[in-house]
């Protein structure tokens, strides 16, 4: 098993946390997701998700979209402890027209690091604030338990994205943490 090691999570809550609402509107604003490939009932983001009962791995994913999705995309927090298999999973959804969006640790030197098999990988970066005050562009996870964020997250996030039917070169570039918050409160407004 390819464990990951950077994390200071205590390893009993390690997948057991919650993207932070206001990133994953950013992205389903972009990408409009038909399902959340790894959650639980109480942290799913999309209607339609795949718990660990169901096993995400050793499903296709298509039979949890509708058909009339001409271009079907998945979201992706993968469990941290092993995310090897999951990068696996996506390459072969990938093959079958359906795109994912993995939020994954910021490193690309690890066995899991797709590399020239995603279409893009979008580093999280920090930013100025209003105040000219650095921030940096680590993501807060929200504790399931208590719903409130965990602060203290060593290492960076990344966004790697396989589109359906990718052949061609991986596109890197950066997105800074407040254009996604600025992007996730204002999808959330529009939304109410």
């Not at 390893?11 to 950013?26: C, F, I, S």
């Amino acid at each position: 098993m390819a464990d990951y090691r950077g994390s200071t999570t205590p390893e009993e809550t390690r997948d057991m946390t919650m993207t932070p609402g206001w990133l994953y509107q950013a992205m389903d604003a972009e990408f409009h997701f038909s399902l959340d490939a790894a959650a639980l009932p109480e942290t799913a983001l999309c209607p339609r998700y795949l718990t660990p009962d169901i096993d995400a791995l050793n499903v296709d994913w298509g039979d949890f979209i509708s058909p009339s999705v001409r271009s079907p995309w998945v979201w992706l927090n993968p469990p941290y402890s092993d995310i090897c298999p999951w990068v696996e999973k996506v390459i072969e959804q990938q093959a079958k027209g359906i795109g994912t969006v993995m939020l994954v640790p910021q490193d690309t030197s690890t066995e899991w690091y797709p590399a020239e098999r995603a279409s893009e990988v979008r580093h999280i970066v920090g930013y100025r604030d209003e105040r000219g005050k650095w921030r940096n562009g680590r993501i807060h996870f929200i504790n399931k338990a208590t719903g409130e964020e965990m602060k203290g997250n060593p290492k960076g996030s990344m966004f790697l994205i396989f589109a359906p039917g990718w052949c061609g070169e991986c596109r890197i570039r950066d997105v800074s943490k407040q254009a996604l918050i600025l992007a996730g409160q204002g999808a959330m407004r529009d939304a109410a």
